[in-house]
């Protein structure tokens, strides 16, 4: 069972891109012409019989076609993309230009419906210069799915310029929707979770609120909710006004889309809910809606809902007492898990080469567009040279087709290394992912030890190998989930982490208040590592031995960055260090390990008292 889950750091993220996927089809959708239920034989018949008589008006073909597209998309995607290629000729040959970029619009979002991003970001592109160059009111919404596409595929950064882009577009565009303007505050909102930017989260999802209001949309409005409670699930330190605040959004949102039948959404909002109501202390509560997630989850046949509810579920019996129920729903979870993970490596490698290749469709485009400025430059100069340099342009036309058949070898070598890249990717992330399910196992069933020992002093030690084991965990969660699998963010790792320590080394005789000032330092996963251990000892040490006696304290740990390496330090304002517990003649075995580990890092361990009262434990390396 993974801690991160449970405070819902990680978790979240997976959420905003399902999220993004959901609100792309609310704000993408054509807005006049809704236009038929895909899959309906009986209207797909009707609509090819339409189409094949001959007096036809222009305006009423190029209507069916659409309608034909739309409705073949789900049956036969190619033979849908060439019907609603035909109705963007037929507009073109009638030069009308609007219905040109409705035609290219309905085939973006139903590219998109159908995950084919390279096609979606191909016709957007197309669409984008229809409207630019004859001055339409839609480029905005090009630009916008050029972001939702560039989102799907894992490259947040350039989503965020298109949507900012978008965005200005939309401004300058007069009469717009609201539920279009709400629809890309969304999309703005979204794309900033991902990003885990929260603050900017919360400052578009509420600027979209009055425009679904006044839209009556009640999908969107869910999702305002929704957003805003996952800002105040993850704002640190969390507190229970910030946790009171996310149940109450959260709960908004539930009962919206619980009211409108928005099923998917619903699971994933009372998902949500249920770890907020674990972090607020009221298991039972948060047991409900981990059961409701689970069922509608199993209705609507998504397994990876299913086996966040079965977790869910195994923290709520946990905290209630029912460990052996508990450990079967861990169990369960994490084999779904597993199952999950091995059906999806062929489309987790799908999905890496579709990102290589929207980022080939864009360098292409690019490259062609200096490729024709460069031949009108290069038509200028013939034009001025024609009279005396034939034999030039001879030469010159042989250096340009040699030129163009190096670049046509150099693309298609480029399109092989993608794939290479793209099968170790998997092939490295399925390893930590085994190691990082090895090592949580390891952790169970060292906690299932401890659970039968009668010993404390046996209990305490295995549960301590089982908080190291934990932290090295982490470091491989976190590669198995990332893009880049060389590195580290110190930031993010060491943040999950200490809330991890605080859940479980908490306890309810005390109120130790932890606080952090991480940098955002990038470092190896073999480093990484071994500072996480690092932070476990001596965190779980003053968590321990620092505040004996005493009500309440405060511990701190920072990590700072130094021009050829770090510096990490924790302090607190405990009873103190004694004379005899000085590091310089500690022989426990965490504070051996300190040392061990400071030396492997080669950095410098000081231990220091503060004033009046507490320790500062320094570990350096310059």
């Not at 290219?104 to 160059?133: F, I, P």
């Not at 425009?211 to 969390?238: C, H, N, S, T, W």
């Not at 605080?502 to 606080?515: D, G, M, P, R």
């Not at 000892?537 to 003053?542: D, L």
Request: proline fraction near 3%.
């Amino acid at each position: 069972m993974r801690r991160s889950d449970v405070a819902g750091g990680k978790h979240l993220t997976v959420l905003a891109l399902l999220l993004a996927g959901t609100v792309a089809r609310a704000t993408c959708l054509p807005g006049e012409s809704s236009l038929t239920s895909p899959g309906d034989s009986a209207t797909v018949d009707s609509l090819r019989e339409v189409a094949r008589r001959r007096q036809l008006p222009d305006s009423v073909r190029f209507q069916t076609l659409r309608a034909l597209s739309d409705a073949l998309f789900a049956q036969d995607e190619p033979e849908a993309r060439r019907i609603g290629e035909q109705a963007v000729q037929l507009a073109r040959h009638r030069r009308d230009w609007p219905r040109v970029a409705d035609g290219l619009y309905q085939l973006v979002v139903n590219c998109e419906r159908a995950a084919d991003y390279v096609a979606a970001m191909q016709y957007s592109q197309e669409g984008v210069g229809v409207a630019r160059v004859h001055q339409l009111p839609d480029e905005w919404r090009f630009t916008q799915c050029m972001g939702l596409v560039s989102v799907d595929t894992k490259d947040v950064t350039g989503g965020l310029k298109y949507m900012r882009q978008a965005y200005q577009q939309q401004g300058a565009v007069g009469n717009v929707p609201p539920r279009e303007r709400g629809g890309l505050l969304l999309n703005l909102a979204n794309t900033f979770l991902v990003m885990q930017r929260y603050d900017s989260v919360l400052h578009y999802a509420t600027r979209a609120l009055p425009y679904m209001q006044r839209a009556k949309d009640a999908r969107g409005l869910g999702y305002v909710y929704q957003f805003r409670g996952e800002v105040y699930a993850m704002i640190q330190p969390q507190t229970r006004v910030t946790l009171d605040s996310a149940a109450t959004n959260m709960n908004r949102a539930l009962r919206i889309m619980q009211r409108h039948g928005f099923r998917p959404q619903t699971a994933s909002s009372a998902l949500a809910l249920a770890r907020v109501y674990r972090l607020q202390g009221q298991p039972a509560v948060s047991q409900r809606m981990a059961e409701l997630a689970l069922i509608l989850a199993r209705e609507l046949k998504m397994p990876d809902y299913e086996a966040d509810a079965l977790a869910n579920l195994a923290w709520a019996h946990a905290d209630q007492g029912r460990m052996r129920r508990s450990f079967d729903l861990d169990n369960r979870a994490q084999h779904l898990r597993d199952s999950l993970f091995n059906g999806d490596k062929a489309q987790a490698l799908a999905q890496l080469q579709v990102r290589y290749d929207v980022k080939l469709l864009t360098e292409q485009k690019r490259a062609a567009e200096f490729e024709q400025r460069s031949q009108r430059a290069q038509l200028h100069s013939l034009w001025l040279l024609l009279g005396g340099l034939t034999t030039t342009i001879g030469v010159g036309s042989w250096l340009y087709w040699r030129l163009r058949r190096q670049k046509a070898l150099l693309a298609v070598a480029n399109q092989a290394n993608c794939r290479s890249v793209a099968e170790k990717e998997v092939l490295l992330q399925e390893i930590h992912h085994r190691v990082k399910n090895n090592l949580q196992l390891v952790s169970g069933l060292l906690g299932w030890q401890a659970s039968t020992l009668p010993e404390p002093a046996l209990v305490a030690a295995l549960t301590a190998s089982r908080d190291r084991i934990q932290s090295m965990a982490m470091v491989h969660e976190f590669l198995y989930q990332a893009d880049n699998l060389a590195e580290v963010r110190m930031d993010q790792y060491l943040r999950e982490l200490l809330d991890s320590l605080k859940i479980a080394l908490a306890t309810s005789e005390q109120n130790i208040e932890l606080s952090m000032d991480l940098a955002p330092v990038i470092m190896s996963p073999k480093e990484a590592s071994t500072v996480g251990l690092v932070v476990n000892e001596m965190v779980t040490n003053a968590y321990k031995h620092a505040f004996q006696g005493l009500a309440q304290g405060h511990l701190h740990v920072s990590f700072a960055s130094r021009p050829t390496g770090f510096q990490l330090t924790i302090s607190d304002d405990g009873a103190g260090m004694p004379a005899q517990d000085a590091p310089a003649k500690a022989h426990s075995l965490g504070m051996q390990l300190v040392r061990t580990l400071t030396k492997q890092l080669k950095a410098k361990l000081s231990v220091t008292r503060s004033f009046p009262t507490g320790t500062r434990m320094e570990v350096t390396r310059e």
